[in-house]
T-cell receptor, first 115, second 111 residues
Framework: EAGVAQSPRYKIIEKRQSVAFWCNPISGHATLYWYQQILGQGPKLLIQFQNNGVVDDSQLPKDRFSAERLKGVDSTLKIQPAKLEDSAVYLC?????????????FGAGTRLSVL | RKEVEQDPGPFNVPEGATVAFNCTYSNSASQSFFWYRQDCRKEPKLLMSVYSSGNEDGRFTAQLNRASQYISLLIRDSKLSDSATYLCVVTLGTGRRALTFGSGTRLQVQP
């Protein structure tokens, strides 16, 4: 079974530039998550989708971050304009309920460096 | 106060040692509990779920104390390949199923 696919793997930009990340979840997984992991910290949820609807975006800095999942499959996360503190790994995860359990599978992430 | 707190370590132990990690969570409404493992520059991967009755998977034993809001992971007979960061994770359960991660505890098993 193919895992969660993310691209690009690495991105280096200058502050105030824009950047977009792409995620393709595991086939059939209705729930998709974007997490931000800053060096030395655990991942932090940015946004959660259920199919193409937003379930939770309370921690998404909406003045600069946006995300969409138009057809309920692939998703993109955009940062515009980027700040130095956005340097992090951006992880996409997808999940499906297995009985009472919600097991999340992570992609390899996109490592963003903002200079 | 952080929602999930862990000792960052690092824990440096010799091969064959037994090592224990602890974690506390602040939200008493948390319903699901996990330990994830993250290798350097890799994505987190589920190590095991944690149940109220305690559960074991080979050399790994997880315990949950809901009254104290405390989770533990015990690794017996440590292997070099166990070297990684161990992330304590909770969810609020129904509806909002996103994971809330601790900052992780780094383990280095030495030959």
């Amino acid at each position: 079974e193919a895992g969660v696919a993310q691209s690009p793997r690495y991105k280096i930009i200058e502050k105030r530039q824009s950047v977009a990340f792409w995620c393709n979840p595991i086939s059939g997984h209705a729930t998709l998550y974007w997490y931000q992991q800053i060096l030395g910290q655990g991942p932090k949820l940015l946004i959660q989708f259920q199919n193409n609807g937003v379930v939770d975006d309370s921690q998404l800095p909406k003045d600069r971050f946006s995300a969409e999942r138009l057809k309920g499959v692939d998703s993109t996360l955009k940062i515009q304009p980027a700040k130095l503190e956005d340097s992090a790994v951006y992880l996409c995860a997808s999940s499906v309920l297995q009985g009472a359990k919600n097991i999340q599978y992570f992609g390899a992430g996109t490592r963003l460096s903002v200079l | 106060r952080k929602e999930v707190e862990q000792d960052p370590g690092p824990f440096n132990v010799p091969e064959g040692a037994t090592v224990a990690f602890n974690c506390t969570y602040s939200n008493s409404a948390s319903q699901s509990f996990f330990w994830y493992r993250q290798d350097c520059r890799k994505e987190p991967k589920l190590l095991m779920s944690v149940y109220s009755s305690g559960n074991e998977d080979g050399r790994f034993t997880a315990q949950l104390n809901r009254a104290s809001q405390y989770i533990s992971l015990l690794i017996r007979d440590s292997k070099l390949s166990d070297s990684a960061t161990y992330l304590c994770v909770v969810t609020l359960g129904t509806g909002r199923r996103a994971l809330t991660f601790g900052s992780g505890t780094r383990l280095q098993v030495q030959p």
